[in-house]
């Protein structure tokens, strides 16, 4: 059974830092890796999506990474905002995701 | 258009009610999910659907019963619910289940409280 870890559960940190979010996984046979945000009380906004074949994603000030022999993803926010700061969590799976524990941001101003 | 739409909002019902929970996308996809949230917990997959059939039941309670009407809708029937079902319900749509480029989206969710 496929289970994922996010490390650290919370994070804070200064406007305009750069900071790098941990995904962990058990089974290497992940189909591809997702990356969300979520809002307190909100739905999840798609952020980047890593098929299996690819090593990394990028949007804007956010980059992915994948290391399916490792078991491991990152998220890298470049120059973070107050308006990054959410819940983000990682999920893996191939349509039947399994989701992370969550690292809770906030972006000091 | 990549939205997903849920209704309602919010729903406060007691454990004799029967009630139904909406998801509804215009984006030609053919997989729809619901998951269920409780607080500070990561989102928990209940059902899957795929062109229109249920392919996923994770051994949730028959007091839930999904409903796909057509390939746009994805309705959840509930009834006889225990405070303890009280959450956030999340409908996902994809393209296709267990495609490798598949991205979910979500809806906003509907905040269930059972009395």
């Known amino acids: 059974k496929q289970e994922v870890t996010q490390i650290p559960a919370a994070l804070s940190v200064p406007e305009g830092e750069n900071l790098v979010l941990n995904c962990s996984f058990t089974d290497s046979a992940i189909y591809n890796l997702q990356w969300f945000r979520q809002d307190p009380g909100k739905g999840l906004t798609s952020l980047l999506l890593?098929?299996?074949?690819?090593r990394e994603q990028t949007s804007g000030r956010l980059n992915a990474s994948l290391d399916k022999s490792s078991g491991r993803s990152t998220l890298y926010i470049a120059a973070s905002q107050p308006g990054d700061s959410a819940t983000y969590l990682c999920a893996g799976g191939d349509g039947k995701l399994t989701f992370g524990t969550g690292t809770r941001l906030t972006i000091i101003p | 258009d990549t939205e997903v739409t849920q209704t309602p909002k919010h729903l406060v019902m007691g454990m004799t009610n029967k009630k139904s929970l909406k998801c509804e996308q215009h984006m030609g996809h053919r997989a729809m999910y619901w998951y269920k949230q409780k607080a500070k917990k990561p989102p928990e997959l209940m059902f899957v659907?795929?062109?229109?059939?249920?392919?996923i039941n994770e051994s949730v309670p028959s007091r839930f019963s999904p409903e796909c009407p057509n390939s746009s809708l994805l309705n959840l029937h509930l009834h006889a619910l225990q405070p303890e079902d009280s959450a956030l319900y999340l409908c996902a749509s994809s393209q296709d289940r267990g495609s490798n480029t598949d991205t979910q989206y979500f809806g906003p969710g509907t905040r269930l409280t059972v009395l």
């Open positions: 659907y795929s062109y229109e059939k249920l392919s």
């Open positions: 890593i098929q299996s074949s690819q």
